[in-house]
């Protein structure tokens, strides 16, 4: 283990709500953390360390700005600890020639996981019916609406990178046929490519949504995409909020042009919209997909190892390509 002399200088990016989870860190590196320091501004803090960060950690989605790079002229790395990365300014970091880190694949298996729950939960309605219970409606009203069953279903992915992968790989079993969309065709996978995700759409009976937030996918499950999928089609989104033009979702569930939805994600986090709240066919989460505790062990081995290659001069674990 490193003396404190000796440990490299990496500076903690994040919002007040968000804690600092991964402990071990503290074993290895020298942690600067401008909350930690209240007597100063966080402008201050970072011109004050400027010349001695090399690296910088942004947990969870805290937005790192260009104006917060400006303030590190000798930062060459960013490490990320989501994900996602559309919170990172990455158009600064590409010109800059700064390094970008995710999370890489420690959050794949517990994602995928959560999404084929919400997936079954929105087709047996599982949630649906527990409130039925709860709410002493079953001696009532007597048996429960029919639910719709997983085995057979088309299922259309958008984006097959790491979780989506995972995704594809559970449902398989069940006897759903499976089918994606993403950036580029992938050279070594047998399943349909779509080369759009409305003829994607159009094709299946389930959309499942766990591709990265860009410029070009903002939206891109807007009203064309939903009027494709059709009134029977399920809509399951762990990846962003903002990958759905939320507005035109609520349209098409209230008016029942969808047959459900499963949402971990939303435009506005931590608001919902209200007409989501009263829909039996839509089960909703508070953007917890990959949150276990398995998966921060996971993450913190990432994060410590792409840390000690970068300081050491060796390969990455998990970059991010900045095109």
Known sequence: MPTEEERPVVLIHRI??????????SERFTLLDPLLHSADSTHSFLSRHASSVRAILCLGA?????????????????VGSSAGIDHVDLQECR?????VTNAGNAFSEDGADYVVGLLIDVLRRVSSSDRFVRNGLWPEHGAYPLGSTLGGKRVGIVGLGSIGSEVAKRLVPFGCSIAYTSRKKKPCVSYPFYANVSGLAADSDVLIVCCALTEETHH??????????GKEGVIINVGRGALIDEK??????????????????FEDEPHVPKELLTLDNVVLSPHVAVVTAESFAALEQVVIGNLEAFFSNKPLLSPVKLE
């Open 220 to 229: 891109m499950i807007n009203k064309d995409v939903m009027t494709a999928l």
């Open 16 to 25: 007040p709500a968000l804690k600092q989870p991964l402990a071990s860190l």
């Open 95 to 99: 010109r800059r020639g700064i390094l």
């Open 248 to 265: 035109e979702l609520v349209h098409f569930l209230v008016r029942g042009k969808l047959g459900g939805a499963g949402l971990d994600v």
């Open 62 to 78: 805290s937005p790192l700005t260009s104006d917060t790079l400006s303030l590190l002229p000798a930062l060459e790395i960013v």
